[in-house]
């Protein structure tokens, strides 16, 4: 059996075991400390934003971010339904209901369009969206420039879902940026990772050090334990925060390795009938192509499926993933408003993430091209 090829494995630097044996050398094992501090200098210095939160994860960011919102049971806020469940789960922790938006077919993200047509009708219904919230999928930058001109002309704070997107700019701007808060996410299959964790950033310093607040337990400035709101556990400790400080040495480093990664499959797969990738349409976006992604289109493949090729994958111990199911057509969301086109559900159908490990080998890369030419080749494209 051929060695197993992940699809985004965690990479380390070589720097990060200084910064968490510094936690150990100086006993500060306890869950805040030097580490933290660094990691969101690093952070809001990088992304360009005044101050960063660093947390237990980008879950735990974007429920932070709704609860400073002052979102409420029966609220409504407007969410990506093309996600992963994270970006929704969050809403629904404090009683209140998504409405699940569609994407456009370019960026495969929130559809302007479709958001303001949403806005409108939930407005007519007497129920103004308290928050919205868009995400850029698989690095790739959303409508972000129109989605925060209709965001602003109703009036609505945007929270930026950018878990998958660090480095990721669009008119050479920080994705997370652009809306009120900006969420990131250091899991262990994203670009830069802390095992797990994750961070909330802003411009609006006073929002962040209220999530800070939120994310000690709400304890108050007292000599005893005083707490006058809820509070959560959703602080990052300071020795994760240690692998964070090394990891961003490397972060502009493996973004250009996954780029490379996608350039080299584009080159290899270029012409294929029914094989299209997820790409920069024009030269304001800039991704950082967390994760390679191509649709299958079975009409121009002679039948030949995104599953086909998932499977075949699979037989070779590569690892690869279809694209996320809309939460539309998940059960716990399933009754949720929904405004869409059917985007997302064809993405669904079609689409397949290809391993994009930033130390991804070119053996590794090639086993992966050679096994989705022979599936092709296994039904040769009629003339």
């Not at 947390?55 to 002052?70: N, V």
């Not at 499977?311 to 199911?325: F, G, N, Q």
């Amino acid at each position: 059996m051929s060695q197993k090829i992940w699809l985004s494995s965690p990479h380390m630097g070589g720097t990060e075991q200084k910064y968490v044996q510094e936690a150990f050398d100086t006993n500060w094992i306890a869950p805040l400390g030097p580490n933290v501090n660094g990691f969101e200098k690093d952070l809001a210095n990088y992304t360009g934003v005044k101050a960063a939160s660093a947390l237990s994860s980008g879950t735990a960011a974007i429920h932070l971010a709704l609860i400073i919102l002052g979102v409420k049971p029966g609220d409504e806020v407007l969410v990506s339904s093309f996600t992963f469940s994270g970006s929704v789960n969050p809403i629904t922790y404090l009683g209140a209901i998504p409405v699940l938006i569609d994407s456009e077919p370019e960026t495969w993200n929130m559809c302007p369009e479709l958001m303001e047509l949403a806005i409108k009708d939930r407005i007519s219904k007497g129920k103004k969206p308290k928050a919205i919230i868009p995400v850029h999928l698989y690095g790739m930058p959303a409508k972000i420039e129109k989605i925060m001109e209709i965001a602003n002309r109703y009036e609505i704070p945007v929270i930026e879902d950018a878990a998958e997107a660090l480095g990721s700019r669009y008119k050479n701007k920080a994705l997370g940026t652009f809306g009120l808060m900006g969420v990131l996410s250091f899991n262990g299959n994203k670009i830069i990772t802390t095992s797990s964790g994750g961070a909330l950033i802003s411009d609006n310093e006073e929002l962040m050090e209220k999530s800070r607040f939120l994310a000690q337990q709400a304890r108050d400035n007292a000599p005893h334990y005083q707490h006058t709101e809820i509070g959560y556990n959703y602080r990052m400790s300071n020795v994760i925060a240690g692998i964070g400080r090394g990891q961003m040495e490397v972060l502009d480093k493996h973004m250009a390795l996954r780029r490379e990664n996608f350039k080299f499959y584009k080159s290899r797969l270029a012409g294929i009938e029914g094989i299209s990738f997820l790409e920069e349409s024009d030269s304001d976006y800039f991704s950082n192509y967390w994760l390679t992604c191509i649709l299958v289109d079975p009409e121009k493949t002679n039948g030949i499926t995104r599953e086909d090729i998932r499977l075949a994958m699979e037989a070779e111990s590569i690892d690869t993933r279809p694209l996320w199911k809309p939460m539309h057509l998940q059960p716990v969301f399933k009754d949720c408003p929904y405004y869409g086109n059917g985007t997302s559900e064809d993405l669904f159908d079609k689409g397949l993430c290809l391993p994009s490990s930033s130390n991804l080998t070119p053996e590794d890369k090639s086993r992966v091209v050679n096994t989705i030419l022979s599936v092709l080749q296994k039904f040769p494209l009629q003339k």
